[in-house]
Nanobody, 115 residues
Framework: QVQLVESGGGLVQAGGSLRLSCASSGSIFMLNAMGWYRQAPGKQRELVATITSGGSTHYADSVKGRFTISGESAKNLVSLQMDSLKPEDTGVYYC?????????WGKGTLVTVSS
């Protein structure tokens, strides 16, 4: 079974940067989109950014201009460059890959932004 593995989380001061990466353990066919979601303590999981197999991107309003998503569909990889981080960006970040058959999720990586 294909698994998604995130990396790159950690502790950073406000204003700093982190880069998250997500790789799959195997091939995912009929891939439609890849993305990142996050869940802050006590809150529901929310969309951060997505990128389609055609390269179209979508960002949550709260991260526009600060975060950049990039993907390599052929390698089932997706990254998230996070700049100008704010304490409210703190949370567990999850990688998501949507194919025509299955919705895959990683186990998450913790991002903590200190003020």
């Amino acid at each position: 079974q294909v698994q998604l593995v995130e990396s790159g989380g950690g502790l950073v001061q406000a204003g700093g940067s982190l880069r998250l990466s997500c790789a799959s353990s195997g091939s995912i066919f009929m891939l439609n989109a890849m993305g990142w979601y996050r869940q802050a303590p006590g809150k529901q999981r929310e969309l951060v950014a997505t990128i389609t197999s055609g390269g179209s991107t979508h960002y949550a309003d709260s991260v526009k201009g600060r975060f950049t998503i990039s993907g390599e569909s052929a390698k089932n990889l997706v990254s998230l460059q996070m700049d100008s981080l704010k304490p409210e960006d703190t949370g567990v970040y999850y990688c998501n890959v949507q194919s025509s058959f299955t919705n895959y999720w990683g186990k998450g990586t913790l991002v903590t932004v200190s003020s």
